[in-house]
């Protein structure tokens, strides 16, 4: 089953943390790179971080997250999570995983390369 589902979206105050979780199949975990998006009101789809496949262990974070978010993966929960920490209202979005069977590259933060998409929760940073 080639399916994403992303949850743990929520409120939280300007400085708190959330952890978002992105469901996967086994197959996905193992041959798709795995990237999280966000897309905030009136903004374009910005790819945040990414995650290599299988046994790799890269990750590629854009700048605007560099140092406070996160990502890992668990094979055994067949999850992706998004680890969220000091959290600003610019944070605020709508927050996608997607995967692509590609191999591990800087494309991944470019939405143009995915096909496979989930659903989305939403985070609102806000006092």
């Known amino acids: 089953q080639l399916q994403l589902v992303e949850s743990g979206g929520g409120l939280v105050q300007p400085g708190g943390s959330l952890r978002l979780s992105c469901s996967a199949s086994?197959?996905?975990?193992?041959?798709?790179?795995i990237t999280w998006f966000r897309q905030a009101p009136g903004k374009e789809r910005e790819g945040i971080s990414c995650?290599?496949?299988?046994?790799?262990?890269?990750?590629i974070y854009a700048e605007s997250v560099q140092g406070r978010f996160r990502a890992s993966r668990d094979f055994v929960k067949k999850t992706v999570y998004l680890q969220m920490n000091n959290l600003k209202p610019e944070d605020t979005a709508i927050y996608y995983c997607?995967?692509?069977?590609?191999?591990?590259?800087?494309?991944?933060?470019?939405?143009?390369?995915?096909?496979?998409w989930g659903q989305g929760t939403q985070v609102t940073v806000s006092s």
């Open positions: 997607a995967a692509e069977r590609r191999g591990f590259g800087d494309w991944c933060t470019q939405e143009g390369y995915y096909g496979l």
């Open positions: 086994r197959e996905i975990l193992d041959y798709y790179v």
């Open positions: 995650i290599s496949r299988s046994d790799d262990t890269r990750v």
